[in-house]
């Protein structure tokens, strides 16, 4: 039988994923009134946080500020438990505005999609789950997350292992016994610095192989009661004002009042830098990024902080040899992600707990029994990997993506990652990434920003509307001017003196770039009108709606 001859079903709009930014632009494509489905992989919502589900696992950004600002009944009305929620309650989160605006009904849930090709012929984005299902969209919205895609390192003889070997991001559901067990963790970036404390707490013996240190600094969360959340939500509507101004997209709610820096931290004497560091280190939390304005930009000012962090841990970790290992040595701080930590250099004070620096003695292969590195086979039960993501592109580079003339997507990235705003590439008609590459995503609140793209695609397709035939895509040079400015702004901070995967290190072969756009939110905000603004002139659009062709020509 001939395909077509094949119900194949047809929507204006298909979204991939069902994390916060997709459920967020399905809520915005029903209002609209637009025909729309939703493909997630997963068996529920919640995206990173249905998946990262490892002992510790929590969000390091406030609750009160990292959730929807889109519905005031959903601000007014969820309550959090934690002043950083644990995955679970993220998920419940996730789930209870799902259920609020009876949004599972257009989700398909295990269904994985794996190639989105688009027809010339129709203008219409061919989509393929892993099943086989085929569907057509006018629009292919790709809400596939930035850290989604699981960095597993290809080392010798890894699938010989005798025992369970979980990766953090893709934790089973129904656990992972490691009551009495011994466990090796390998990697110490967020997602470690998290779940080692925990992981000591009930292994026999814990071995950790840390190829970088990371700098944690004390999360201190606490639970929260209705009459602190009471006073936030009291005028939800002015912080989330304050949010989209502040560094990074939110304020850590003790610092409300100082959302950006204002100084270099070379201006004031070591006296009032010190205070301030106090005051933040007392706080908790991820506020340090905006002490100072010159710490991304200034090595001198970078490590007044770096020192201040260094001795912190030193005061923390009682063997000074252990100690020494856990500092970082040859990046700048904050050029690899920040981390939040509860007791994580104080677990090294554990009798049950071994560190290993792999930088002295790398991985050399993995056997039935452990992991052998310098020479040294580590005996254990358990191999935990946390290592990280294939960030911002790993997910996109999963699902076959093929534009105008089958050009592959992962083709038109080969030799760096290149979009216009993060949100649309040259050749790509109609394709959307939300959070993607080249926007300020991992450096501005992803769901603050997932909801300003929600309404940014949702005016792209209001315009195009007119006409079925209809299809934008960026302009070559658009992409190009994008790049430049970007890696312009990168070339002017600390970031490229780092290996990290905002940078694409961690994945062999990547193209060095920075993935992250590091101008302000409402630097970002503003190209996004303008590109918009006037008859899309950053734009190439085919099948010349009224709304936009008379300038657009
Ligand atoms: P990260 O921050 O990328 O951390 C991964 C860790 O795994 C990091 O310490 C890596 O060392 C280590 N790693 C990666 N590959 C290897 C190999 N082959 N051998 C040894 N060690 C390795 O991922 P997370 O999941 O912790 O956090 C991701 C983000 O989620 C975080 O930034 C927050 O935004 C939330 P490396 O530093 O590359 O030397």
Redesign the pocket.
Known sequence: MKEDAVAVREFEVVIVGAGFAGLHMLYRARKKGLSVRLYEAGSGVGG?WYW?RYPGARV?IESMEYSYSFSEEVQQEWKWTERYSPQPELVRYAEFVADKFDLKRDIQFDSRVASAVFDEQTARWEIRLQSGEQVRARFCIMATGL?SAP?K?K?EGIESFAGPQPQ??LWPKEGVALEGKRVVV????????QAIPEIAKVASHLTV????P?YAIPARNHAIDDVYQDKIKADYTGLREIEKNAFGGFVSLSFMDRPVPTKSALEVDEEERIAEYDTRWAAGGLSFYATFTDLLFSKDANETLADYVKAKIRERVKDPETAEKLIPKDYPILT??L?ADTNYYETYNRENVTLVD?RMNP?ERITPAGVVAGGTLHECDVIV?????D?MSGALDRVDIRGRGGRRLKDHWSEGLRTFLGLMCAGFPNMVYMNGPGSPS?FFHPILLGEYQGEWIEQVIDDLGADPRATLEPRAESEDEWQRHSDELASLSLFPAA???YMG??IPGKPRRMLVYLGSFASYRQHCEEAVANGYPKFRIEGRPASVAAVAS
Do not use: E, H, M, Y
């Open positions: 990173t990262n390091d850290l960095n390192p080392i953090t991001s390998i990697g110490t970036g967020s997602s470690a610095v192989l840390q190829r970088t990371a690899k992600r981390c792999l991985i990997w946390a290592t990280g993501f960030a991992a290996k990290s995967w290190d961690n």
